[in-house]
């Protein structure tokens, strides 16, 4: 039971599908994909024509769904084979958040049916 309590997150943590995946726009020529989103951090698709390293400050917009739009900024904590995780310095507002969750739920109503499943098969 102590395992389960000890790997509980602070912020939960939203995995995007393909078709919904917003967009983190740096500057006017360069865009990530965002793979998963949190208060305090977020997932990059891995850009080989831009590549980010370790420990480099980013910052910029992220276009939501409904065009509206969040500022953040961050540093590259840590690169996987998943993507570039960015350890967020100015997260995403709690309000943005919700309104993802219902999205990607409402949107995609089987994606978390086939996630869960998955996480808790890998979990065994």
């Known amino acids: 039971m ?25 500057d006017k020529d360069t865009a990530y994909r965002i793979l998963e989103i949190s208060e305090l951090g977020i997932i990059l698709a891995y850009k080989p024509e831009a590549p980010l390293t370790l420990g480099e400050k980013i910052s910029g917009n992220i276009l939501f769904h409904d065009q509206d739009s969040e ?3 961050g540093e590259v904590y840590r ?15 709690a309000r943005h958040m919700m309104k993802q969750q219902v ?7 089987v994606f978390f049916r086939y996630t869960v499943k998955e996480n808790i ?4």
């Open 79 to 93: 690169l996987d084979t998943r993507g570039v995780v960015i350890q967020l310095s100015k997260g995403v507002s």
């Open 2 to 26: 102590t395992t389960k309590i000890n790997n509980l997150r602070r912020f939960f943590r939203l995995p995007y599908p393909k078709a919904a995946q917003p967009p983190l726009q740096i």
């Open 121 to 124: 098969s890998s979990d065994k």
């Open 103 to 109: 999205f990607v739920k409402n949107a995609f109503p």
């Open 71 to 73: 500022e953040v900024e």
